[in-house]
């Protein structure tokens, strides 16, 4: 018989008590499951378990498995295997027990020897990204949580989502590294792109750049999730080679270990622009010599002979 998440209060135990297993753990002890053991590898992560789960005792990973009805695992993505299979080889997990991992990138097969066991599988993934404080609880509400689950096992799992205050997306097995590229591409690099447009901002001599740019970031952000594609502007969209070349040269000069960034960004605008109907085939010609492979080295000696 599947259990049920919300029926019945079961005891938590965290293995990995970092920024995203803290806080989930929090959650759920506010949604009246208590959180009676952790494990945190860590100073930072002790600390952590000790604000935001003090009623738990931090144990080894096998004892809090031993403890713990539901076993939240938040480690990193490559530890997360080998100590599934670990805990199999020690005899950790048990029937009728359920076991929650938030990896983005696996999905069901990474617990597979737990549910050899007869151990309940679930992928709860939430997309978000965590300081592990308390206001993160606040901001997990209506938060999406990519979900894998067996049929069988799909109510549970979105119970547990819906306690914690998310909404549960069904994600296949097979799509979760492609689901998981496509979240990192966005909010990952997304901090990156941001940071390195603050630092060349810095370098030309802007004393707030964040203050100067945000309006301008938030703007192109709401407008890009409204909007798509037609949401494309600045000198790629438009084919404006002249400019781009002279961004290029810039770069080449004070910032060279941003120019590949850039190069490659611009590619893939053009190419979005172009299918989108934003840039004409034709109109492109000059702005793709410009990106093409090869010519960002003679950026510098082109733009100098140019009028």
């Not at 004070?254 to 605008?269: I, K, L, N, Q, W």
């Not at 000059?286 to 093409?292: F, K, R, S």
């Amino acid at each position: 018989m599947t259990p049920s998440a919300s029926a019945s209060r079961l005891r938590v135990g965290v293995i990995g008590a970092g920024r995203v297993g803290s806080v989930l753990g929090r959650a759920l002890s506010h949604a009246g499951h208590p959180v009676v053991a952790a494990s945190g590898v860590s100073r930072e992560s002790v600390r952590r378990a000790r604000l935001l789960l003090p009623a738990a005792a931090l144990l080894p990973a096998d004892e809090v498995v031993a403890a713990a009805d539901l076993v939240l695992l938040a480690v990193p993505d490559d530890t997360l295997g080998g100590l599934v299979i670990g805990l199999a080889e020690t005899g950790a997990w048990r029937a009728g027990q359920i076991v929650v991992h938030t990896s983005g990138a696996h999905g069901l097969a990474v617990l597979a020897p737990a549910a050899a066991c007869r151990a309940l599988p679930l992928a709860l993934h939430p997309v978000m990204t965590f300081t592990g404080r308390e206001e993160d609880l606040d901001r997990l509400r209506g938060v999406s949580f990519g979900v894998t689950a067996d049929d069988e096992h799909r109510p549970v799992a979105e119970a547990l989502v819906l306690e914690m205050g998310g909404e549960p997306t069904w994600v296949p097995e097979h799509a979760r590294p492609l689901y998981h590229a496509a979240l990192a591409l966005g909010a990952n690099h997304l901090v990156t792109l941001v940071n390195e447009s603050l630092d060349l901002l810095r370098t030309a001599g802007i004393s707030q750049p964040e203050q100067m740019i945000a309006p301008l970031l938030q703007a192109a952000l709401d407008n890009a999730l409204r909007h798509g594609d037609a949401a494309l502007t600045g000198p790629v969209a438009r084919g404006d080679a002249g400019t781009v070349r002279r961004h290029l040269s810039e770069l080449v000069d004070h910032a060279p270990d941003s120019v590949a960034a850039y190069v490659a960004m611009a590619r893939r605008t053009a190419d979005r622009a172009i299918a989108s109907g934003r840039l004409r085939r034709l109109d492109a010609g000059p702005l793709l010599d410009v990106l093409a492979p090869g010519r960002t080295s003679t950026t510098r000696s082109v733009t100098s002979e140019s009028p």
